[in-house]
């Protein structure tokens, strides 16, 4: 079973909005440092936000101002509120889940994967 079930993928144009949602199971959701990673065609995977146990957040520069982490403990579910999206935002994004991150947005921190959604934004 996969513990983490990435959805809310689309296609938009440049200046659109999207909202990407994570749900969890099988382990303590609570407990773990969530993120969200995104790798473009052609391109490696990187780590866009990250959220942690008590809800403080961390962006890389790219989204900062226009990408919104937060989490519902209670549903246990990570959601990425995605405004002003622009072109450069396409690509299959993924939830991630961390009981140690020594690097907050390296992937060799994050113990956890979903499966990806799509995003594509178009000119």
């Known amino acids: 079973e996969v513990p983490l079930a990435a959805s809310g993928g689309g296609s938009v144009e440049a200046g659109g909005s999207l909202r990407l949602s994570c749900a969890a199971s099988?382990?303590?959701?609570?407990?773990?440092?969530m993120a969200w990673f995104r790798q473009a065609p052609g391109k490696e995977r990187e780590g866009v936000a990250t959220?942690?146990?008590?809800?403080?957040?961390g962006y890389a520069d790219s989204v900062k101002g226009r990408f919104t982490i937060s989490r519902d403990n209670a549903k246990n579910t990570l959601y990425l509120q995605m405004n002003s999206l622009k072109p450069e935002d396409t690509g299959t994004y993924y939830c991630?889940?961390?009981?140690?991150?020594?690097?907050?947005?390296?992937?060799?921190?994050?113990?956890?994967w979903g499966q990806g959604t799509q995003v594509s934004v178009s000119a």
């Open positions: 991630a889940a961390s009981g140690y991150a020594p690097c907050v947005l390296c992937q060799s921190s994050y113990r956890y």
């Open positions: 959220i942690d146990t008590i809800g403080n957040t």
């Open positions: 099988g382990f303590v959701y609570r407990l773990y440092r």
